[in-house]
């Protein structure tokens, strides 16, 4: 029997790649729509609450988003486009 996967699972990249930070908010419903953004638009990503990356990123809470270093800046401007065009009005930080 073929194994079943998750396809949130497909889409979070490899921890062993470097991450950086695209977004961030105290809302997770709005982190969730942030990564439904990246998701479509085919950017691997993961969404974890912040309280579990003190270490790294020191001072935050709620949710983060993190995607591989290479695709930072094509998620940052697929995320202000959004913003622009009136998406959500994401409060978060990036």
């Known amino acids: 029997m073929a194994e079943l996967t998750n396809a949130a699972e497909e889409q979070r990249p490899n921890p062993d790649e470097k991450l950086v930070k695209v977004f961030d908010s105290e809302q997770e419903s709005e982190a969730m729509v942030v990564k439904g953004l990246l998701d479509s638009e085919g950017i691997e990503n993961d969404l974890a609450s912040a309280s579990l990356l003190q270490d790294a990123f020191p001072g935050m809470g709620g ?32």
């Open 63 to 94: 949710m983060i988003i993190l995607v591989r270093e290479e695709d930072a800046e094509k998620a940052r401007e697929l995320i202000a486009e959004s913003e622009a065009t009136g998406g959500s009005g994401y409060g978060g930080r990036r």
